[in-house]
């Protein structure tokens, strides 16, 4: 039985991403070893072309590593079968975009429901979805579609729909990168304002220092490897 306050919620050992192209394999991850806890808060940071991004995708599950090792909660995700992969990312995995990915045709209530329609929710999930919306300030817009909201609303938006099966990691990969500064300070005391320190870990590509400053933990990542700062 794991105690998860000190057995890692997050560990990745060791693990290297190439992708294929036509031109043969492009190295990105060499060789990626950090361990996290719940409750951690961590901000990934480094140079554009670093694999930030590329990192987050495997960690997410998005994208399978060239080698080593991904565990989540104890479970390495990539032995389970399509089906169960599926269902674990869908309901351990949390994700913010930079571009907040929303479907434009959806309301903003809908969009947040998105996740459980998949793999329902229960019953009580529109009460979640309504009860998210009013943390991030939008309870007022529930009934608007994406293209009538400004860009830090967009993002509050897609915050909420992330947290809305209470993901044991939740993945933000330049959350507040498209967006002014006093839009980007707000989503970023949001997603502080939502991580709860004893269950949940958050995970934060950034290039503002200013950001990263906030993190319990930075990771730095360089030449496809990463160092804790
Ligand atoms: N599907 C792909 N096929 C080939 N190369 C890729 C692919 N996706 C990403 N890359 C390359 O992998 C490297 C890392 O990309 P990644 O998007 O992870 O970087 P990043 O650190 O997130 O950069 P940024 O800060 O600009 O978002 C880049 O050189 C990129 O060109
Ligand atoms: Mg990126």
Known sequence: MMNPRTDPRLEVLDLAKSYITDGGPVPVLTGVTFSLAAGDSVAVVGPSGCGKSTLLQVIGTLDEPTRGKVRIEGQDPFELGEADLARFRNEKIGFVFQDHH????????????LPTLAFPGGPSAEGRARELLRRVGLSHRLDHRPAQLSGGERQRTAIARALIHRPAILLCDEPTGNLDEASAASVADLLFELHDPGESLLVVV????????????????????????
């Open 206 to 229: 950034t290039h503002s220092m200013e950001l990263a400053g906030r993190f319990d933990r930075r990771l730095q990542m360089r030449g496809g490897t990463c160092i804790e700062l």
């Open 102 to 113: 929303l479907l434009p045709q959806y309301t903003l209530l809908e969009n947040v429901l």
